[in-house]
């Protein structure tokens, strides 16, 4: 990153992080409303209309794909003048080396594309940028996604999603997919950014630049569209009943709706009353450290 | 107050010092009077205690005249003197009372005056206990003017359900022990300056400090009073050693206390407490360094910093030992003012006193010597403080890693519901699922991306009306959300109502809480008393009904529907307790139908 020291970033200068889904079962089964190349060509003009808005705007896209994800431009690397169109050559080596990753010949099943590791990537930067001095531009990351939410990612997601809570870095997310998804709708609601399910998906460019081209600033004068509101309510682990009122293990948080000898998450045992405490709390350490 | 009124002599008088006019004051319900003796004096009283603020009294004292002072809501002030204070104390509860009442009745603007206090006979702390309560709190205050004064429930019932109320507030206002006092010469040395005599003023308060200062004066008090001498004899010698100190005179000093034994030890410098000292240096902390902190502060200075007449810095060996220093005692004094009142017996009987003060400290001393080996716990903390790292085997901390095994689960526990609040379904997930061979999947990828690299972007992004489309969509989808309230926890819609109509919302859910509290406490309907009480609750709450639509109407109609979802939770709650009344009344009356004889 060649970050002149001479910049004077003022408060509407913006590192607009985006994480483009390029999960090619995805784009498979949008094929026939939505290509990837519909895509692209809504995607490119918008970023360049961003570099546009603000001469020391900087755009940095990352591919997230099935096996991996990295980073596919940065505009701050960039030639002067060389628009967006030219992240193109790195995805398709992405796209190349995201097949050579894969192990099996075909997918059966639900098919998420890694979005904990591009988010944990985006924060990476971000707090690079963070640390290159006391003035630099305002960041946030947007989320460009289609494909199903992988419940395997939760925990690390979650905690991507927190840590950009921390550090005040919004997460605006578009969803392209067929179906909203609870993780960017949580990342969206607990950062403070736009969540968006466009209608009309060919009319994205017109989606992204009227809700998502707009400075962490400028927002502050805009009414940008609003979360409904998240459901926080859990449902228990056991039977996926959504309760009010439940048991949680201490050991991992798991939820069950009632009193189980074991947490089927952890495998932590519970102890049954107070006076056996601290026999079970014995038998726990046992159970674990074997 | 049991025959209503109070006729008391007393002097009007129209200041503190005036003298007064003497005469009779008679004090009834409403209002109180005062005849003077002589009919030609025009200082003829006849005022409503309605119009009565306020009362002021005189502490009781021997030297202090019985005043008691009435202050009237315009300004100004009625001042009775009493022959004693027991008349006055009549007076002034009466008055404390009846000020209670028409204060109340007269906020209310009812006639209904002394009502509400005629079904139980109130001790006065009680009293001022409520109105206390009614004070600081206004909403309390509000609803209790709505329902006692308003007829609906009588003073008890109300109270009733805030017993704790009030005994909470009892037991905070239980009496706070008094600290000791802190100022350190309180015994001056005071002369006449005519004779040679000095006086020395001690009282029970100064006593007990001394004691608790001075552990060498306690013991000798305990040892010398009374089989060696009285009291009396002990406090002049006492008083004599004090004398000797304030002089300064180390010379003199030494040379009574070589006449006079008993003299000596209050002259000494005291073992007791230097060996207190000692025990509690043991207790500080050993590694802490006191040396090194040299030169923070004044104490490498000479006399500590105290600015002393140099004169007689001599330290002659035979008279240190009645040489006190002033930081010493400043120290001690700061130590037992912060140690507080530690007994808890009465300050009169010296020899009490004397005694539970050494039997604390003795318990004191048992506790900490009990184990014997201090030396060897100091040893052990001075180990366990300066522990080397290094030199420690590794601690193995019970802690096992935390393995979870399917992290899954806390996505499956939260999607259902979130996808749930966005109108979804999961059906189109399932959907979604759908065999695909990788290899094909990549490369249409990879043509889709060479697609766009050759033909570039296109010219227009957008259609014309497809932007339209989308923004119409846009606006009209922010624009119903702006409306969208009671989602967001952050915003409330109370506060987008006018101020008033929030207060009276608020306030009708308060009352309505209240009368049904009491409605329902009082099922089921044993007495005749429950009964009317019922009917009466029900009488209430029918009333508020059309306040509740009134408040819906006056509000813009943009938030009429807001406010008639606040409304409707107080509605069904009333509609159950009128359900729950009617079924009641109709039980009853078929009931009566079969029994016609006598039941209510």
């Known amino acids: ?290 | 107050m049991t025959d209503g009124q109070v006729i008391k002599r007393a002097r009007y008088k129209s200041s503190v010092k005036d003298f007064g006019v003497p005469g009779v004051l008679k004090m009834t319900r409403e209002r109180f009077f005062f005849m003077p003796n002589d009919p030609k004096s025009s200082a003829r009283l006849n005022v409503e205690f309605r119009l009565v603020k306020g009362h002021k009294f005189t502490k009781e004292g021997s030297n202090k005249q019985a005043l008691l002072n009435l202050t009237v809501d315009q300004g100004g002030n009625y001042i009775f003197e009493f022959d004693t204070f027991s008349d006055r104390d009549a007076c002034r509860e009466y008055v404390a009372t009846a000020i209670a009442v028409s204060g109340e009745a007269g906020r209310a603007g009812s006639e209904r005056s002394a009502a509400p206090l005629q079904d139980e006979q109130l001790s006065h702390a009680e009293m001022e206990r409520r109105i206390r309560l009614l004070q600081e709190d206004s909403e309390l205050q509000k609803l209790h003017k709505q329902l006692v004064i308003g007829g609906v429930l009588s003073e008890a019932e109300f109270w009733a359900t805030r017993k704790k109320l009030l005994d909470e507030n009892a037991s905070r206002k239980s009496k706070q022990q008094v600290g000791l006092r802190n100022d350190m010469f309180h015994v001056k040395p005071s002369s006449d300056g005519q004779s040679n005599k000095v006086t020395f003023n001690l009282t029970p308060e100064i006593i007990h400090q001394i004691f608790a200062e001075k552990p060498a004066v306690r013991q000798a008090f305990l040892n010398f009073v009374p089989s060696k001498m009285t009291e009396k004899e002990f406090w002049t010698k006492y008083s004599r050693a004090e004398y000797l100190h304030s002089t300064k005179n180390v010379v003199v000093a030494a040379a009574e206390a070589a006449e006079d034994d008993e003299l000596a030890v209050f002259l000494k410098q005291d073992d007791m407490a230097a060996s207190e000292a000692r025990r509690k240096i043991r207790r500080v902390d050993p590694t802490l360094d006191m040396e090194a902190d040299e030169g923070d502060d004044y104490t490498h200075l000479p006399d500590h910093g105290l600015s002393c007449d140099g004169s007689k810095d001599v330290t002659d060996s035979p008279y240190e030992l009645y040489r006190r220093s002033l930081l010493q005692e400043l120290n001690r004094h700061a130590a037992v003012v912060l140690e507080g009142r530690a007994i808890d017996v009465e300050l009169g009987d010296t020899r009490s006193v004397a005694e539970a003060l050494a039997r604390s400290k003795q318990d004191d001393l048992t506790d900490e010597v009990s184990d014997g080996n201090i030396n060897q716990e100091r040893l052990d903390r001075i180990s366990r403080m300066a522990e080397i790292d290094d030199l420690q085997a590794p601690r193995d901390l019970a802690v096992a890693p935390l393995c979870i095994k399917d992290p899954r689960d806390y996505f499956d526990s939260q999607q259902a519901n979130a996808i749930k609040s966005l109108g979804d379904t999961l059906a189109g997930a399932k959907q979604m699922k759908c065999s695909l061979s990788t290899a094909e999947a990549y490369g249409s990828l990879r043509d889709y991306i060479s697609e766009i690299k050759t033909s570039g972007l296109n010219d227009s992004i957008v259609k014309p009306e497809v932007a339209l489309k989308v923004l119409n969509g846009l606006t009209q989808s922010i624009s119903s959300t702006k409306y969208h309230l009671g989602k967001n926890p952050h915003e409330s819609v109370l506060d987008r109502l006018p101020y008033v109509a929030k207060q009276e919302l608020l306030h009708h859910w308060m009352s309505i809480q209240e009368l049904l509290k009491h409605f329902w406490s009082s099922y089921p309907i044993t007495t005749t008393h429950l009964f009317t009480k019922v009917s009466r609750l029900k009488d209430a709450m029918s009333q508020i009904y059309p306040k509740l639509q009134e408040i819906k109407e006056s509000v813009q109609s943009d938030f009429r529907h807001q406010v008639s979802l606040l409304v409707q939770p107080m509605l069904q709650a009333l509609d159950a307790a009128f359900a729950h009344y009617d079924a009641d009344i109709q039980k009853r009356s078929a009931k009566s139908g079969e029994r016609p004889n006598g039941f209510v």
């Open chain 1, 1 to 290: 990153m060649t970050t002149v020291p001479s910049k004077l970033y003022a408060d509407d200068v913006s590192l607009l992080m985006v994480l483009i889904d390029t999960n090619p079962f995805f784009w498979s089964t949008v094929k026939n409303t939505f290509t990837f190349s519909n895509f692209l060509s809504h995607v490119l003009p918008f970023l360049n209309s961003i570099l546009l808005l603000n001469q020391l705007n900087q755009v940095v896209v990352i591919a997230t794909g099935y096996n991996s994800c990295d980073y596919i431009y940065d505009s701050s690397l960039a030639a002067p003048n060389q628009r967006a169109e030219s992240l193109l050559g790195k995805l398709e080596e992405f796209v190349t080396r995201d097949e050579e990753l894969s192990q099996q010949n075909s997918i059966e099943g639900v098919w998420s594309s890694l979005l904990s590791g591009s988010l944990s990537m985006a924060l990476c930067y971000i707090q690079k940028v963070f640390r290159s001095g006391p003035l630099h531009p305002q960041p946030r990351i947007l989320c460009l996604h289609g494909s199903p939410d992988g419940p395997g990612q939760y925990v690390a997601i979650m905690n991507s999603i927190f840590s950009a809570q921390r550090s005040t870095v919004p997460i605006d997310s578009c969803v392209i997919g067929s179906q909203h998804s609870a993780f960017l709708q949580q990342a969206s609601y607990i950062t403070g950014g736009v969540y968006l399910k466009p209608q009309q998906l060919e009319g994205l460019f017109q989606y992204l630049s009227t809700v998502f081209a707009a400075d962490l600033h400028c927002r502050s004068f805009l009414q940008l569209p609003k979360p409904v509101g998240v459901d926080f309510r859990a449902s228990c682990f056991c039977h996926k009943n959504t309760i009010d009122m439940g048991y949680i293990c201490s050991v991992c948080l798991s939820i069950f709706c009632k009193h189980h000898k074991k947490c089927s998450t952890c495998g932590s045992v519970f102890g049954q009353a107070q006076t056996n405490v601290a026999s079970a709390s014995d038998r726990k350490r046992k159970t674990t450290e074997t």
